[in-house]
């Protein structure tokens, strides 16, 4: 139970960091500072915060329940989710370099996981 929830609690911050990215490329600039700090207030920054602050308290019972030295590498699945959210989503590119990186750490996660 406590690795699902693990994964949920990536899954919420990989989900912050590409709803981060929207609201990035939705970002007014050459206006004042006022008018560009008023255009980070929407809907998606308001989405962004509530999963970062959901996937902080998930991941407190998470480190509650599991060693640190197992729980915190697996949060570099969260390079996995954002690729795939990339990709999907944004139409970013696919190449091999990426997809290689991507395996190596989700197999360093499975053997860091391994007793």
Do not use: D, H, R
């Not at 329940?65 to 699945?77: Q, R, T």
């Amino acid at each position: 139970m406590v690795y699902i929830l693990a994964l949920i609690s990536i899954m919420l911050g990989a989900a912050g960091q590409f709803l981060l990215k929207l609201v990035a490329t939705g970002l007014k600039t050459g206006g004042s500072a006022l008018e560009t700090l008023l255009s980070l207030i929407n809907v998606k920054m308001v989405l962004a915060v509530l999963c970062f602050v959901s996937s902080m308290l998930l991941w407190i019972f998470v480190l509650k329940k599991m060693e640190l030295s197992i729980a915190y590498p697996m949060v570099s699945l969260g390079y996995v989710f954002v690729m795939i959210l990339s990709i999907y989503f944004l139409q970013e590119s696919v190449y091999l370099s990426k997809l290689l990186g991507t395996g190596i750490i989700v197999v360093g996660v499975i053997v860091l996981n391994l007793k």
